[in-house]
């Protein structure tokens, strides 16, 4: 990676104009001045007396104190005065030990240049949301006007494209493979203008590109390190921002040995756009749904301050914070288990009897390349043209169920062969009886 951000080094840093990028709702947007005195609050000693602010009362919510056991370790306890806390607002960042511990895990996995950067730069910043969809869909209304030409590579996960497509924006789908995102195809697209043009004020050169770098939903790829390079280049000479939205990164299914997890600066994997974001233009969307728990509802940006600090703003006049109480359950866990305890007990889940998944039922009827990240298999079935009818009428009469792959395209009713699988949940016994009740099917359409 050291390598990687050599190159990219060479190049002179640009020095980003964010007020271009936002919408005029986002430009609008005012801190909320009893928000900011929670946040001062939560950075103040115990001995302040606080007259401020609407907080209720916590000693008349019913809960009293709380212990949650952890598998295989010690229990996280909630004494009194921390479930007060748990149960009072909290600041619209998230709270400061959640947020620190998140700062340092980015920096020792991704090395983002903009760590060292001032505020005015880019400098990275961080702030916790309310899984990474909270996140998505702030960023996609702070960048995104109607009419506004945004880059993504479809099929795509349809949460993006229920949060994008209410904006009026025009989607242009770059091809992807099993690799993800094509640069050439993006850079064939970006031919269409000017980047001399991508500064002028009403300018369509596109300002924001989507991507999912690892596993993607539906289709299972992974984005190799000299692809996002080249992305990162174009977006550097189209004056662009990037959107890595990036739940399944500690899903990337590479064998690694216990020591090498203990040491947790060693990352395995390819390196990130937020490793190479030299401008600081990447707004990286963490998740910990896939890895600790979705209903938890935690999740992050990480990205140029003045970005993040706009998406903070909204979340104050929206939900105000995430739940305290489970910031606080994630933030003693992690606290507990240490960086390097985090990265041994979540990595690497080597699904080997999926992964090698190649029943002897299905090669005849369907194609598909296994993936290396994430929790999905996006199967193209033969000899079908559209999967919507053979899934939802005469899948459910067999008693199996996958996702007819035409919701993953910008326009959900062109006719689709693909059927996305998602392999997180079922043993693999059901999965192998599942596929052949499905190739049963396929074999009777054909
Ligand atoms: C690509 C992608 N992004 C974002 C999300 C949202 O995840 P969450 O809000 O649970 O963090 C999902 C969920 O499936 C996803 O697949």
Not at 308 to 313: G, M, S
Request: net charge neutral; glycine share 6%; charged share 20%.
């Amino acid at each position: 990676m050291s390598n990687l951000r050599n190159v990219l080094h060479l190049r002179p840093i640009r020095s980003m104009n964010y007020a271009r990028f936002l919408t005029a709702v986002s430009a609008a947007r005012k801190p909320s001045p009893i928000r900011i005195l929670t946040e001062l609050q939560q950075r103040s000693p115990p001995s302040l007396i606080s007259l401020a602010g609407g907080a209720p009362n916590p000693n008349t919510f019913p809960f009293q104190s709380a212990s949650i056991k952890v598998k295989g370790g010690e229990a996280l306890v909630m004494d009194e005065p921390l479930m007060k806390r748990a149960l009072q607002y909290s600041g619209s960042y998230g709270i400061p030990e959640l947020l620190s511990w998140m700062k340092d895990l980015q920096k020792s996995l991704h090395n983002p240049p903009t760590a060292g950067y001032s505020s005015e730069r880019g400098q990275m910043e961080m702030c916790v949301t309310t899984g990474s969809q909270e996140g998505l869909c702030k960023i996609f209304e702070m960048l995104v006007n109607s009419g506004d030409n945004v880059l993504l590579d479809a099929p795509t996960y349809s949460g993006t494209l229920a949060a994008l497509q209410p904006l009026g924006c025009n989607l242009i789908n770059v091809a992807s493979d099993q690799h993800g995102m094509i640069p050439a195809d993006l850079r064939k697209i970006l031919e269409r203008w000017d980047p001399a043009d991508a500064q002028k004020p009403g300018s369509s050169v596109p300002r924001v590109l989507y991507t999912i770098p690892n596993g993607g939903n539906p289709t299972g790829a992974s984005m190799t390190c000299e692809r996002k390079q080249e992305v990162y280049e174009l977006a550097r000479k189209y004056d662009f921002l990037i959107i890595e939205d990036d739940p399944y990164y500690f899903l990337q299914f590479q064998k690694v040995s216990s020591s090498d997890l203990s040491l947790y600066s060693q990352r395995p994997w390819a390196p990130t756009f937020l490793s190479m974001d030299v401008d600081s233009r990447v707004l990286r969307t963490d998740s910990f749904s896939k890895i600790l728990s979705s209903g938890l509802r935690i999740g992050f940006i990480t990205g140029p301050k003045p970005l993040v600090e706009r998406v903070v703003l909204h979340i104050q006049a929206s939900t105000m914070h995430t739940s305290t109480f489970t910031q606080l359950m994630v933030s003693q866990l992690l606290h507990n288990w240490g960086p390097g305890g985090f990265l041994k007990n979540k990595l690497i889940y080597i699904l080997d009897g999926f992964l090698s998944f190649s029943p002897v039922c299905f090669v005849d009827v369907a194609e598909w390349h296994p993936p290396m990240a994430g929790m999905f298999l996006w199967i193209k079935l033969k000899g079908i043209k559209d999967t919507q009818q053979l899934i939802m009428e005469r899948a459910l009469e067999k008693e199996v169920l996958l996702v007819p792959g035409g919701v993953f395209n910008i326009n959900s009713s062109d006719p689709c062969p693909y059927v996305r699988a998602a392999f997180s949940l079922s043993t693999p016994q059901q999965i192998d009886e599942a596929f052949r009740r499905l190739a049963d099917l396929i074999k009777d359409a054909m």
